[in-house]
């Protein structure tokens, strides 16, 4: 029997569980070929079956604890369907494969949750064998909350979302420079404004050595002035 004390947890658990799931199967239908299907890579396909079947797992589970009577028989049921299923895309990993570079995260996760469902099961047998004790309930709650983190993170993984290592998250970002007066001020002119200045200077350049040519064309234009 479950406590009272945890039919809110199992209720919440419910809304949370088909909440995800519905999120996922949109998610997956945007790109069904780029996920599950054949063509699909085999960390895509793990990701996206591991994903389902765990928060599937999480909801039933959580949904038959809230039946009044003895739920370990269920609880064994999808923790024996849900570790079956799992098992073979995780030996599908083991198998060389293109990106296999991720393989020891990966790899990771998917022994994190097969763990669970172990666990599920060792609980099952547990409540089955002795349906008033309370503590495998308990045990059944942080499990449950395993397979939601699993289940978050590989949903993460096939959205493509990147994932950030400590290492990463301890590296400064660079800063980027920022312009100061100095700098607008000898910033390099336009095309057009270099010729303006390149012919004023022309100008100056030829005044300053033709100053009798210059002096003489202003004389003579005074005079051409003077006799209009």
Do not use: C
């Not at 369907?81 to 073979?88: K, M, N």
């Not at 289940?151 to 970002?173: D, K, P």
């Not at 270099?194 to 005074?222: D, F, R, Y």
């Amino acid at each position: 029997m479950v406590p009272d004390a945890l039919t809110n947890f199992f209720s919440a658990s419910v809304g949370a569980s088909a909440a995800l799931l519905g999120l996922l199967f949109v998610s997956i239908s945007i790109s069904p070929e780029a996920k599950i299907t054949a063509t699909a890579s085999i960390e895509k396909r793990t990701g996206a079956y591991s994903a389902l079947v765990s928060l599937t797992n999480a909801f039933i589970i959580s949904l038959v604890a809230l039946i009044p009577d003895n739920f370990g028989i269920f609880v064994l049921i999808f923790s024996v369907t849900a570790f079956s299923i799992t098992l073979p895309y995780g030996i599908e990993l083991l198998r060389p494969h293109k990106g296999a570079r991720n393989l020891p995260r990966r790899l990771i996760l998917t022994l994190l949750i097969l763990f669970a469902y172990i666990a599920e099961g060792y609980t099952a047998v547990r409540l089955i064998m002795n349906p008033h004790d309370s503590s495998p309930v308990y045990t059944l709650t942080i499990l449950l909350v395993l397979v939601y983190i699993s289940s978050v993170v590989r949903a993460w993984e096939l959205l493509g979302g990147v994932r950030r290592s400590l290492a990463h998250l301890s590296t400064a970002y660079p800063i980027e420079p920022t312009v100061s007066a100095s700098a607008d001020e000898n910033a390099t002119p336009a095309p057009d404004e270099k010729v303006s200045v390149q012919k004023a200077a022309h100008h100056i350049h030829h005044s300053q050595t033709n100053p009798l040519q210059t002096a003489g064309g202003s004389e003579e234009s005074s005079s051409r002035q003077e006799e209009q």
